[in-house]
């Protein structure tokens, strides 16, 4: 089956053809690093990794670019904000902390949540402080071509002339008189403008500002517009053309909007596709710090193992909305149990799965194809994960009538399967040290041993005795017909 992803921008699912064969080109949308990650970040995070992952099992180099935002209004007021008399920081905040201190702090909590979750680093993160000189490139091509234009006063600043390009608004299928004036200058200042629309590529620099927050250009000191950021950053690293543009629903108007509108009007093609994650919602309802009904990442990590969690994130289809309810994470839970448990038992049997899916007589598992076909078909995972759990049942079903061929074909499937969607990245982290579950399943085997020495001697007692010490401790045993195999028992 070709690949087929849903573009944005003709909405519409396309068949996804490689600018360079053998190759593809991907850009999305990382942290403004002003705050803790949250959920919607990781969600984000988490649907580009499985694209990614898909892409390079389907036999493509995949160039993957996702930037840090590192100067940003919203920093620079949270810095500001630290040193104000009487200022005391709440959890994760720190007093008196420089704009370039509390950006960089974020990002490495922002990389922290990444790693747990098992999402893979990108090829490059660029930071937006730098490649100023880029931005400075662009905005004067943008000058010369007559689609921006130094600010109606002297403050500096530098803006995109939304009238000057017919197109603008295509993205998100808007007309222009509709929408809703820019949000990058005070109403006192709106004599800046042309149009109020107009948004902001270069912002000359203001009294009281850090100087650190401040670069000399042709139009005066100041700092880039956020649109203008992405720009320049994506077509340094993957050329004025490339595959995907990625991000979250939420960016689609104005951010994804005016980097399209802008780096057209510059005489690029850029995106082939534009890709946009759904929302995070809290039992139905948008998730709102000020009704108290949000989830943060960590917090979900208090609650669940990171295998469990990545589950949660990554089930549902990457354009729909994904709610969360305080069951879901329970409901994932037992899901990766299902899975996990199969894997242990096989495992147990065979060793670690080969990575080949071809059976005794050169076939592949029927449910990797199906999986295959999901995942061809604009990234379905809800789909993909059913041919997963599929298999795990006929897993099981081969375990327990000893037929080995086909319990080992399930084994390497579902570790195929586990793989692309990244479920193995975080296979390590859910049962805690290796060398303690190492040392538990020597003395649980002598346990088992035992209970075999007694099952052979038909001593009932003395094994039921055994089975039932292990079982107060947390420690489930199945007996196959290779004898017996334990897991531990989750709540």
């Not at 600043?157 to 197109?167: E, H, L, M, T």
């Amino acid at each position: 089956m070709t690949l087929r992803f849903y573009d944005t921008a003709s909405a519409e699912v396309r068949n996804f053809v490689p600018i360079v064969e053998g190759k593809a080109s991907l850009y999305y949308c990382g942290a403004t690093v002003q705050g803790m990650p949250h959920v919607g970040h990781i969600r984000s995070a988490i649907a580009f990794d499985q694209l990614t992952r898909w892409l390079v099992h389907r036999g493509l180099r995949v160039t993957v670019v996702r930037n840090v935002t590192d100067i940003d209004d919203k920093i620079l007021a949270k810095s500001e904000a630290s040193f104000a008399p009487g200022f005391t920081p709440e959890p994760g905040e720190v007093a008196e902390e420089e704009w370039w201190a509390l950006a960089y702090r974020y990002e490495q909590e922002f990389l922290k949540a990444y790693d747990t979750l098992g999402v893979s680093r990108p090829t490059y993160e660029p930071r937006a402080t730098g490649h100023i000189p880029e931005m400075h490139a662009l905005i004067q091509q943008l000058i010369d071509r007559g689609h921006a234009y130094p600010a109606l006063d002297d403050s500096g600043d530098v803006y995109f002339d939304v009238r000057s390009w017919s197109k603008y608004g295509a993205l998100t299928r808007q007309n222009i008189d509709d929408m809703q004036a820019a949000p990058d200058v005070e109403p006192q200042f709106s004599n800046r403008k042309k149009d109020p629309r107009d948004f902001a590529l270069w912002k000359g620099s203001k009294e009281g500002e850090p100087t650190t927050a401040s670069w000399a250009s042709p139009w005066g000191a100041g700092r880039p517009g956020w649109h203008l950021e992405c720009s320049a950053m994506v077509t340094k690293y993957l050329g004025t053309e490339f595959d995907i543009h990625g991000g979250g629903l939420d960016l689609r108007f104005p951010h994804h909007e005016n980097e399209l509108a802008q780096s057209q009007a510059a005489g690029h093609p850029f995106a082939n596709f534009w890709m946009h994650n759904g929302m995070v919602t809290y039992e139905g309802e948008k998730m709102s710090k000020s009704i108290g009904n949000t989830v943060s990442p960590a917090e979900m990590l208090q609650l669940a193992s990171p295998r469990v969690v990545r589950y949660y994130l990554g089930q549902a289809h990457y354009r729909s909305v994904l709610d969360y309810r305080p069951t879901s994470l329970q409901e994932a839970a037992a899901a990766v149990e299902r899975i996990d448990g199969f894997i242990a038992k096989a495992t147990a049997r065979f060793g670690t799965g080969s990575g080949s899916v071809a059976g005794p007589d050169g076939s592949s598992a029927d449910t990797l194809r199906t999986f295959a076909e999901a995942m061809d078909d604009d990234l379905n995972v809800p789909r993909a994960l059913a041919a997963l759990h599929e298999t795990v049942r006929a897993g099981n079903t081969a375990l327990a009538e000893g037929d080995d061929p086909a319990a080992r074909l399930a084994l390497d499937t579902v570790s195929v399967m586990t793989d692309v969607l990244g479920l193995n990245a975080v296979a390590g982290t859910d049962a805690g040290n290796t060398k303690d579950k190492a040392a538990l399943d020597v003395l649980v085997q002598a346990q088992l041993e035992a209970r075999a020495a007694a099952r052979a001697e038909k001593n009932w007692a003395a094994s039921d005795a055994i089975r039932d010490t292990l079982t107060a401790a947390g420690i489930l045993v199945e007996d196959g017909p290779d004898g017996a195999t334990w897991s531990l028992k989750r709540d």
